[in-house]
């Protein structure tokens, strides 16, 4: 992994940290669709109106910025692998170009100035807290920027500049704030309580999405079902307090070996289900291989662990759900039958460096 691929990776987890967040913000992309072309007609009406008093050129420079911006985000926000970076380098493209014309016309006067605080209410609606205040320190920054480029303007009349920082901070704190109240309800729905993976409610209409994006572009999805290995006795042996335990590290360590964009859900007791956009079954086989090494090194809370794992795959109209899961589901049941402690594919080999690997089966 590049150091570039390692810094957009850090950047995007955090702005969205969990997939939960990750999944909220594609869902609410479309949502925001329509208050975000009612905001593109209003600046628009608002533009041709200045027009003989600040110069056409501003409609036209704003103009074409909110059609690609438009462009990118409609066509770009499903396919990327981290939604969160196109967001954020449409919110920086934005705010740039604001400040820009703001500086034009009029600087610290300018009558465009408070318009740089509109993107604010627009993170709030796809990010958690701390996405809402980088924004706000970068508006913020914008706004000193414009400041500075007429500083004498700005001692001259400070107000025009000044009644935008508190204007700033009240959308940014009203922002954070109901924000913060329906996350904890989303998370609530969506999210496995014990473990804070994504549960299987939220699990249909997410692989539709994927689903459809697939068949689009040609990728493949890959789909890995896990189970961990006689894990009624881990229970029996060490009580369900420490089972409760031992699932939670499960679930840190799949996360950690997982990238932002492949999704990992608990199905229920110690069942988990990966999906890997983009992933034919030969990689996501050596995604659940990787898993699998990484389980059994872990022995979460001092207790050793093994894990059974089956893949499949499949591009174009070989997307449905129920076969894919079906096909993993009985990779599964060959690599318990086999021995437990491996890989096994829909349609191929168990995966691993294992002598006793065992070709899997679908009936």
Same mark, same amino acid.
């Given at each position: 992994?590049?150091?570039?691929?390692?810094?957009?990776?850090?950047?995007?987890?955090?702005?969205?940290?969990?997939?939960?967040?990750?999944?909220?913000?594609?869902?609410?992309?479309?949502?925001?669709?329509?208050?975000?072309?009612?905001?593109?007609?209003?600046?628009?009406?608002?533009?041709?109106?200045?027009?003989?008093?600040?110069?056409?050129?501003?409609?036209?420079?704003?103009?074409?910025?909110?059609?690609?911006?438009?462009?990118?985000?409609?066509?770009?926000?499903?396919?990327?692998?981290?939604?969160?970076?196109?967001?954020?380098?449409?919110?920086?493209?934005?705010l740039a170009v604001t400040a820009?014309?703001?500086?034009?016309?009029?600087?610290?006067?300018?009558?465009?100035?408070?318009?740089?605080?509109?993107?604010?209410?627009?993170?709030?609606?796809r990010f958690g807290s701390r996405?809402?205040?980088?924004?706000?320190?970068?508006?913020?920054?914008?706004?000193?920027?414009?400041?500075?480029?007429?500083?004498?303007?700005? /001692?001259? $009349?400070?107000?025009?500049?000044?009644?935008?920082?508190? %204007?700033?901070?009240? &959308?940014? =704190? *009203?922002?954070? @704030?109901?924000?913060?109240?329906?996350?904890?309800?989303?998370?609530?729905?969506?999210?496995?309580?014990?473990?804070?993976?994504?549960?299987?409610?939220?699990?249909?209409?997410?692989?539709?999405?994927?689903?459809?994006?697939?068949?689009?572009?040609?990728?493949?999805?890959?789909?890995?079902?896990?189970?961990?290995?006689?894990?009624?006795?881990?229970?029996?042996?060490?009580?369900?307090? /420490?089972? $409760?335990?031992?699932?939670?590290?499960?679930?840190?360590? %799949?996360?950690?070996? &997982?990238? =932002? *964009?492949?999704? @990992?859900?608990?199905?229920?007791?110690?069942?988990?289900?990966?999906?890997?956009?983009?992933?034919?079954?030969?990689?996501?086989?050596?995604?659940?291989?990787?898993l699998r090494r990484c389980l059994?090194?872990?022995?979460?809370?001092?207790?050793?662990?093994?894990?059974?794992?089956?893949?499949?795959?499949?591009?174009?109209?070989?997307?449905?759900?129920?076969?894919?899961?079906?096909?993993?589901?009985?990779?599964?049941?060959?690599?318990?039958?086999?021995?437990?402690?491996?890989?096994?594919?829909?349609?191929?080999?168990? @995966?691993?460096?294992?002598?006793?690997?065992?070709?899997?089966?679908?009936?």
């Amino acid at each position: 992994m590049g150091a570039e691929d390692t810094w957009v990776k850090r950047l995007a987890a955090f702005l969205c940290p969990t997939d939960g967040d990750r999944e909220r913000l594609l869902e609410l992309e479309e949502t925001l669709r329509t208050p975000r072309l009612l905001t593109y007609v209003a600046v628009a009406a608002t533009l041709v109106a200045l027009g003989p008093f600040v110069g056409w050129w501003l409609p036209l420079l704003l103009g074409g910025l909110s059609a690609l911006y438009e462009l990118i985000i409609r066509r770009g926000i499903q396919a990327t692998t981290h939604p969160a970076m196109l967001i954020v380098c449409g919110f920086t493209m934005n705010l740039a170009v604001t400040a820009i014309a703001a500086a034009l016309s009029g600087g610290p006067q300018s009558p465009l100035l408070p318009w740089l605080v509109i993107p604010i209410i627009a993170l709030a609606g796809r990010f958690g807290s701390r996405g809402v205040w980088w924004g706000t320190g970068m508006v913020a920054l914008a706004i000193l920027a414009v400041i500075a480029t007429d500083v004498p303007a700005f /001692r001259h $009349d400070p107000a025009p500049a000044l009644v935008i920082m508190p %204007l700033t901070i009240a &959308l940014a =704190s *009203f922002g954070s @704030a109901l924000n913060f109240a329906e996350l904890r309800q989303r998370r609530a729905s969506a999210l496995d309580p014990l473990t804070g993976l994504l549960n299987r409610r939220s699990l249909p209409d997410r692989f539709g999405e994927l689903a459809e994006q697939a068949r689009l572009s040609g990728e493949p999805i890959a789909l890995i079902v896990l189970d961990i290995d006689h894990f009624k006795r881990i229970n029996d042996e060490y009580g369900h307090s /420490r089972g $409760d335990t031992v699932l939670r590290e499960i679930a840190t360590a %799949l996360r950690g070996e &997982l990238r =932002s *964009f492949e999704l @990992a859900y608990r199905l229920g007791g110690e069942e988990f289900l990966i999906v890997l956009p983009a992933i034919d079954v030969e990689h996501g086989t050596g995604v659940a291989e990787r898993l699998r090494r990484c389980l059994a090194a872990l022995y979460p809370d001092g207790v050793p662990i093994t894990a059974s794992l089956g893949v499949s795959a499949g591009r174009g109209d070989d997307l449905a759900f129920e076969s894919l899961f079906d096909a993993a589901d009985r990779a599964l049941y060959a690599a318990k039958d086999a021995g437990r402690d491996r890989v096994c594919t829909a349609g191929g080999d168990g @995966a691993g460096d294992r002598p006793d690997r065992v070709a899997n089966f679908v009936r």
